[in-house]
């Protein structure tokens, strides 16, 4: 059992000054390469989701997800296409789907679709622990 613990990032909001946020290191595997990215971890969130930007560094083709819709936490519809990549967190690599948004101003998010049945997540004062099998 392999443990990864990421601080919280702190950032800076109009609305509540100075806060902090759960962010990790994950790697997304492309075509050719891995590519590493900062998301926030959001349990709340069912999917992963990046913008369709990121398929063009991954060399993935936007087009050939599967179209699909979410809803906000606002209820904005959003259109997506999901696609199955390969994520490794820490040393610990595995498939799961990922959603890709039409629209380019989404945060990365890492959700619980088949992410949690690979990866313990703790929150705790100080950050995010990943316990991986």
């Known amino acids: 059992m392999t443990e990864l613990r990421f601080p919280y990032k702190l950032i800076e909001t109009e609305a509540f000054g100075k806060v902090t946020i759960p962010v990790a290191k994950i790697f ?26 990121l ?16 809803k906000t936490a606002t209820s904005e519809s959003i259109e997506i296409r999901i696609h ?10 595995f498939e799961a789907r990922v959603a890709f948004s039409i629209i380019e101003n989404v945060p990365y998010i890492l959700g619980r679709l088949d992410i949690l049945d690979q990866i313990e997540m703790k929150f705790n004062k100080h950050g995010t622990t990943f316990i991986t099998k």
């Open 28 to 53: 997304l595997q492309g075509k050719q390469e891995e590519t590493a990215i900062d998301v926030i971890v959001d349990t709340g969130a069912v999917i992963s989701i990046f913008p369709k930007s």
């Open 55 to 70: 398929c063009d560094i991954l060399g993935i083709a936007f087009e050939s997800g599967q179209q699909s819709y979410v």
């Open 84 to 93: 199955k990549l390969r994520i490794r967190i820490g040393n610990r690599a």
